[in-house]
Nanobody, 124 residues
Framework: QVQLVESGGGLVQAGGSLTLACGAS????????VAWFRQAPGKEREFVAT????????DYSDSVKGRFTISKDNVKNMVYLQMNSLKPDDTAVYFC?????????????????WGQGTQVTVSS
């Protein structure tokens, strides 16, 4: 079992930055792949970024590539999402999800454990 808790969301102006954090417990961080997803009102949950359990492989959606950076601290059991140059379209609830020893897929169904989410609102 893995328990995930997101933090760091908030209100920011367009062009600003936020760093989301995902704290994990219940399993050693180096044994699971973590992804960030987001869900805007009335829309499906969509993939944002993932980092493989080894920390070597990373993948980003086209909409955030070059603006967002995912990183992993296995000592602290934390995964971060640094978000720069934020746009109003980035407004959503952001979720972190874990897949034990997963390859780093983009599908919602590939992840077994989910946090409760943190709200990110970007004003224009």
């Amino acid at each position: 079992q893995v328990q995930l808790v997101e933090s760091g969301g908030g209100l920011v102006q367009a062009g600003g930055s936020l760093t989301l954090a995902c704290g994990a417990s219940g399993r050693a961080a180096e044994t699971y792949t973590v992804a960030w997803f987001r869900q805007a009102p009335g829309k499906e949950r969509e993939f944002v970024a993932t980092i493989r359990w080894s920390g070597i492989y990373k993948d980003y959606s086209d909409s955030v590539k070059g603006r967002f950076t995912i990183s992993k601290d296995n000592v602290k059991n934390m995964v971060y999402l640094q978000m720069n140059s934020l746009k109003p379209d980035d407004t959503a609830v952001y979720f972190c999800a874990a897949d034990p020893y997963g390859p780093g897929r983009r599908g919602v169904g590939s992840y077994d454990y989910w946090g409760q989410g943190t709200q990110v609102t970007v004003s224009s």
